[in-house]
Structure formats: C-alpha cells, structure tokens
C-alpha cells in the first residue's frame, strides 16, 4: 500500500466515532520461507486468528479479528505487515 492509501483507510476508520473498534486484519501470504509464522507474529496477540490454504498450498489467508484502540495502531499493524516479502493486504 502507498502513503496515500494508509491516508485514506486511516481518513475512513476516523470516521468511526466508538473505539474500541473491533476490526479484521486479511492478509494473503506466501507459505513458504517462514512468511506465514513472521506474519502472524507481528499481529495483536489478543486477536482470533483463523488460516486458510489455496488448493497448491502455495498461499495462506490469514484473518485476524482483534479489538483495536485507535486508527493509528491498525495503520501501524498493517505497516508492519506490508514489509514482509509478497504479502497482499486485503
């Protein structure tokens, strides 16, 4: 994602008026290289994460359903995501 995308998600979760904020993190990561472990390691460790596999088994979706305090710590979670190699961001 480009600055100006994190600009806008941020622009439209502000928008919401009641945090906490339950929201879902989705992400499309390759299964190899321990990408899916790095991934999942870098979510809130108090979210519900749910996994599914393409039929190759080449790709993982990894959900995360987490209560956030504010947009600024989606934006920051999804940041750090973004940095690992071949990740989409859904």
Partial sequence: MSAQDYEKL???LLENKK???M???KFIVPNSE???E?????LPKHGKVTYKHTKN??????T???SMKSADAIIEVSQ???EVAGVISL
């Fill in 10 to 12: 941020k622009e439209l």
């Fill in 19 to 21: 945090w906490p904020l």
């Fill in 23 to 25: 929201y879902m993190f």
């Fill in 34 to 36: 321990g990408r899916v």
């Fill in 38 to 42: 790095k991934v999942v390691g870098m």
């Fill in 57 to 62: 088994l080449k790709h993982v979706s990894v």
């Fill in 64 to 66: 995360c359903t987490v």
């Fill in 80 to 82: 750090k995501v973004a």
